[in-house]
């Protein structure tokens, strides 16, 4: 079954303490993107990869990591969380210029 | 500022009637623009992508329409039912390169 996975689930944590949050596709796409989403703001391009060791900003890439040392795994670390960063957030892979495929959401909160 | 809007937060439409949800955008010059439909608490699900070249694109009872003269896609739902209930959000890639922009979303409601 082609699918987006995203660890973990739900993720409660301390500010400062560094968390990475795994995305993995199935499908060999080579475009993969994050995404947070919030009340009011809607889901907002945090970075995105064309391919292995190619990512670039999106709109709201501060206090966030990517890396991309194979095709299918996409990970999202972030440093050094604070509370501003509380979010649901949302990994997608796609062809580039195709529908994107989603995961199921990870929602962070840090205190 | 470049922008992509969608038309009202939230609409309510009686079931068996059309909804029309639409999407302006300002300053991009997209490629192609898509729409999703997103259940609380879930990831987004690809429903219609819609070109520059295409004018109308169809799938059961959805219809999208882009006209890139006045910046704008309409997203129809047909003989709307209860079940279509979810939030509406249109993408476009912006500026023909790699990053991809959401509008914020129309909370749908078809109140049976």
């Known amino acids: 079954e082609a699918q987006v996975t995203q660890n973990p689930r739900y993720l409660i944590t301390v500010t400062g303490k560094k968390l990475t949050v795994t995305c993995s596709q199935n499908?060999?796409?080579?475009?993969m993107s994050w995404y947070r989403q919030d009340p009011g703001l809607g889901l907002r391009q945090i970075y995105y990869?064309?391919?292995?060791?190619?990512?670039d900003k999106g709109d709201v890439p501060e206090g966030y990591k990517v890396s991309r040392k194979e095709k299918r795994n996409f990970p999202l670390i972030l440093e050094s969380p604070s509370p501003n960063q509380t979010s649901l957030y949302f990994c997608?892979?796609?062809?580039?210029?195709?529908?994107?495929?989603f995961g199921d959401g990870t929602r962070l909160s840090i205190l | 500022s470049q922008k992509i809007e969608q038309n009202s937060e939230a609409l309510n439409i009686q079931e068996g009637k059309t909804a029309t949800l639409t999407c302006n955008y300002t300053?991009?010059?997209?490629?192609?623009l898509q729409w999703y439909r997103q259940d609380p608490g879930r990831g987004p699900v690809f429903l219609l992508l819609?070109?520059?070249?295409?004018k109308e694109k169809r799938k059961e009872r959805l219809k999208v329409t882009f006209d890139t003269t006045l910046k704008q896609s309409l997203f129809h739902i047909t003989a709307s039912q209860p079940a279509d209930s979810a939030t509406y959000l249109c993408?476009?890639?912006?500026?023909?390169?790699?990053?991809?922009?959401f509008g914020k979303g129309t909370r749908l409601h078809i109140l049976p």
């Open positions: 499908m060999n796409h080579e475009y």
């Open positions: 819609i070109r520059e070249n295409e």
């Open positions: 997608a892979s796609s062809v580039f210029g195709q529908p994107q495929h």
């Open positions: 990869s064309m391919n292995v060791e190619v990512t």
């Open positions: 993408a476009l890639d912006e500026n023909r390169d790699d990053k991809i922009i």
């Open positions: 300053n991009y010059s997209p490629a192609y």
